[in-house]
Nanobody, 117 residues
């Protein structure tokens, strides 16, 4: 059974940092695309970043380029999203999802990120 479990969200001041984690089980991350998505109140869900595979490329939304970095730890079957220079507009529920970048079939439950002073 495929499971994705996010953690690491919270409240942070503008300019601060957070690192989100997504632990996968039921499949091996090496062979699948996995990405981060977010949904802010009253807005549509949007893609934040996606890694096509452990040896492939990682793409980022323009709004987070230079501030967010996605990484994988294949030994732990876990992916991370390092978020720096956070802005109030980054406030959203963040989800990790697999198995492709366009229309993932598997989703985690989400973790809340709130950027506020």
């Amino acid at each position: 059974q495929v499971q994705l479990v996010e953690s690491g969200g919270g409240l942070v001041q503008p300019g601060g940092s957070l690192r989100l984690s997504c632990a996968a089980s039921g499949f091996t991350l090496d062979y699948y695309a996995i990405g981060w998505f977010r949904q802010a109140p009253g807005k549509q869900r949007e893609g934040v970043s996606c890694s096509t595979s452990s040896t492939g490329s990682t793409i980022y939304a323009d709004s987070v380029k230079g501030r967010f970095t996605m990484s994988r730890d294949n030994a732990k079957n876990t992916v991370y999203l390092q978020m720096n220079s956070l802005k109030p507009e980054d406030t959203a529920i963040y989800y990790c999802a697999a198995d492709n970048c366009e229309a993932p079939d598997y989703w985690g439950q989400g973790t809340q990120v709130t950027v506020s002073s």
